[in-house]
């Protein structure tokens, strides 16, 4: 009996050393943000509890912090320049209109396109 409680007392005192300094590793977390988004300079702010900056990243950035205080994140889109680049401004105008709209629009353009075509070749 004598054994078995000196066991138990030795791993007791030994889990009493060892949780404190694992819970001490655990303080800091590590968050990667990754961007889904056709909008690809989104900027993130992240503020303390008391309104203090602690650090401006991107949507491919990552941040480390500690587990024991509050945090506020602030997403701050870029404004959309629709004719930098014009293709990534269509794709990203096909993904917000409704689906028969983008054919309608689809078809003006190709009627279009033959329209003046035939205009330029005098066929009517």
Partial sequence: ???TSSILLLTLLFSMILCPA???A???IKITFTDLDFNK???IIVYDGTGELIKETNTSGT???NSSYSYLFVFKPSEQTWFQNPLNSLEFLSVQMP???AYALW???ILGSIVIVGRIFKVW
Avoid: C, G
């Fill in 107 to 109: 078809f003006a353009v």
């Fill in 63 to 65: 941040i480390s912090l």
């Fill in 22 to 24: 694992a819970m001490a």
């Fill in 26 to 28: 655990e303080d800091d």
């Fill in 99 to 101: 689906t028969y709209i």
């Fill in 1 to 3: 009996m004598k054994s």
């Fill in 41 to 43: 300079n989104t900027e």
